[in-house]
């Protein structure tokens, strides 16, 4: 399709948009942990930036990670005002891998480029038109603004667009400045890969050629591509998902089911986790039956239960709820129907 628009005489300019109000959350994670197949996204940027005829990003939703590249390779970017960027590879264990790390610096400088790809912080549009990341943010449909715009740019061309083409902005003291932002990034990173690998391609945006620069983003992304970190942070983005999903055997959802009141519970067990489980549930106005067959743990626990409930009030500025709770080494009077917690 992009083939045919830019081969197309008759096309001037094009839109690049997304589906369903969305431009591109970036790259499938899933297919990377399989061969890579389709067309490769690094080729397909670097077609459309080196298109003869002006290509506009029609940005709603999201435009993240391989998403954001592909804006990046576009010569300009129309941003809707409820719309989020960002290249959030850094918490996949990976860096922007399709040219993001050497575009991004070029087109809004070192300390800014540095601060969203190591932290992978998405930013609102209207942040994003005040780091110059994008070049309007519009309230109105935004795929009809930008095929507004796209036409009154047809007849220039896009050769000072490109972003690749961009020399990165100068900085006063860029040794300073990594090696500043290096030791935080390391000391925030506590051993992972991708914060460092991603400072190291910014480093190489700012002092070699675009094509080096590329070839070092490449190098970079192949080694964490392939680590245990990566693959570790791949499957807990797609296991904190999998938590809303969860069910009880009985098939009750978080989201689906009517949460039940609970008055009255009992403990069972006093160790530590029963006497803060115990505190827990008196300081949240449910009467408490608390059983321990061990008789000096229960008269360790009735001790420290009424202190830990004495300290709770004074720092409320209540009075402790002590007749809430009932103690019991009787465990023949275990009931069934209460909530029951153990050690
Ligand atoms: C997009 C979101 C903001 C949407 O949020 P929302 O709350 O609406 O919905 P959910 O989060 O619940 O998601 C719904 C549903 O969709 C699934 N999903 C979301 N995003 C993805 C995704 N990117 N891939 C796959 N699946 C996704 C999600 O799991 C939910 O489904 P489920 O069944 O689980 O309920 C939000 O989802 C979000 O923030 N998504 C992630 C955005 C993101 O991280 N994007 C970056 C992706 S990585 C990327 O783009 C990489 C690029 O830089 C390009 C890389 C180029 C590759 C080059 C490779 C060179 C490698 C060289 C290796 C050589 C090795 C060798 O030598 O062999």
Redesign the pocket.
């Known amino acids: 399709m992009m083939d045919k628009a830019l081969s197309d005489r008759k096309v001037k300019s094009v839109v690049i948009c997304g589906h369903n109000g ?1 431009f591109c ?6 297919e990377f942990s399989s061969p ?1 197949t389709g067309p ?3 080729p397909v940027i670097q077609g459309v930036e080196s298109a003869a005829k002006p290509v506009v990003a029609a940005i709603e939703g ?1 435009a ?4 954001l ?1 592909l804006a990046l390779g576009c010569h300009y970017r129309i941003a809707n005002s409820k719309a989020r960027l960002g290249l ?2 850094v ?2 264990g ?1 860096l ?3 040219g ?1 790390s050497q575009r991004l610096p070029r087109l809004i400088g070192v300390p800014a480029a540095l601060d969203l790809i190591t932290t992978g912080r998405h930013v609102t549009a209207a942040e994003a038109l005040q780091l110059g990341l994008v070049d309007r943010v519009t309230d109105r449909n935004t795929v009809d603004e930008a095929v507004k715009f796209a036409l009154s740019v047809a007849d220039q061309s896009p050769q000072s667009r490109r972003i690749s083409t961009f020399p990165c902005p100068r900085h006063p003291d860029l040794d300073a400045l990594f090696e500043d932002v290096m030791q935080r990034v390391r000391q925030r990173a506590r051993g992972a890969l991708a914060p460092v690998a991603c400072v190291r391609a910014v480093r190489a945006a700012a002092t070699l050629p675009f094509p080096q620069g590329m070839e070092r983003e ?1 190098e970079l ?2 080694t964490l ?2 680590s245990g970190q990566a693959r570790a942070q791949q499957y807990h ?2 296991a904190q ?2 938590v809303g ?1 969860w069910s009880m055997p009985s098939g009750a959802r978080w989201d689906k089911t009517k949460p039940v009141a609970v008055h009255k519970a009992m403990v069972i067990g006093l160790g530590t986790m029963g006497r803060g489980i115990a505190v827990a549930l008196v300081q949240a106005g449910v009467s408490v039956v608390a059983m321990e067959t061990n008789e000096k743990q229960l008269t360790d626990a009735k001790q420290a239960i009424s202190s830990m409930l004495e300290r709770g009030a004074k720092r409320r500025g209540v009075a402790p709820a002590l007749d809430k709770i009932r103690y019991s080494s009787d465990h023949s009077r275990r009931s069934r129907s209460a909530l029951t917690g153990g050690p």
């Open positions: 969305k959350g970036g790259a499938d994670i899933r890579l490769l996204l690094i999201v993240l990670g391989g998403g590249e959030p590879e918490h996949l990976l922007p891998g399709a993001g490449r992304m192949a591509f392939t983005f797609f998902r999998a999903r």
